[in-house]
């Protein structure tokens, strides 16, 4: 390994990629100072203990999330957000239907979904997002690359709709997803 590989490998991740990592990080750290004025109305005497909150929380959170994991689209942010209202409104009806009307099915049960995605933050992503969908709960890893699903009805598509959600997900972080 040459001086400059081993120092690459030593630094953290603002001096390996400074444009696209400081701009992540110049952009986080805005966004968290930006909460703090928002939790204190703006008020000047909070503005130095807002700074050092906002530094503190960007450094942690590109210690938990490096900037270089997400190339988010905002364009395919928002069509996944209106997705995601739709999907949670009819699904909450239907969920609500379900548990008022005891002619309707109730079957619940488990399903195993192949994911596409690596373990990492993209997977645990789409797993939150599945996980605030009335109807389904990921509940942890099944063989290979498989995630159990709870649902409350196993007869429903379920696998196809997630299916759906996945490639939703992966096209609003710019990830690929796995071709195996």
Request: net charge positive.
């Amino acid at each position: 390994m040459n001086p400059l590989e081993e120092r690459s490998r030593r630094v953290g991740p603002l001096v390996k990629n400074p444009g696209g990592a400081l701009a992540g990080a110049i952009s986080r750290a805005a966004v968290f100072f930006g909460f703090w004025l928002v939790l204190t109305d703006a008020d000047s005497a909070d503005l130095a203990a807002g700074s050092v909150a906002a530094v503190a929380a960007t450094w942690a959170s590109l210690r938990l999330m490096p900037a270089k994991q997400w190339k988010l689209r905002p364009i395919k942010l928002a069509e996944l957000v209106l997705h995601f209202l739709r999907q949670s409104i009819g699904a909450g009806i239907d969920v609500a239907w379900r548990a008022l009307d005891p002619r309707l099915p109730l079957r619940p049960g488990f399903v195993i979904y192949q994911t596409h995605l690596p373990p990492g933050t993209r997977r645990n992503t789409f797993c939150a997002i599945v996980s605030l969908l009335p109807g389904t709960l990921p509940c942890g890893s099944a063989e290979g690359d498989g995630l159990s699903i709870h649902c409350l009805d196993i007869t429903q598509p379920v696998v196809e709709q997630l299916a759906a959600e996945e490639t939703l997900c992966t096209q609003t972080l710019g990830g690929v997803q796995r071709n195996d």
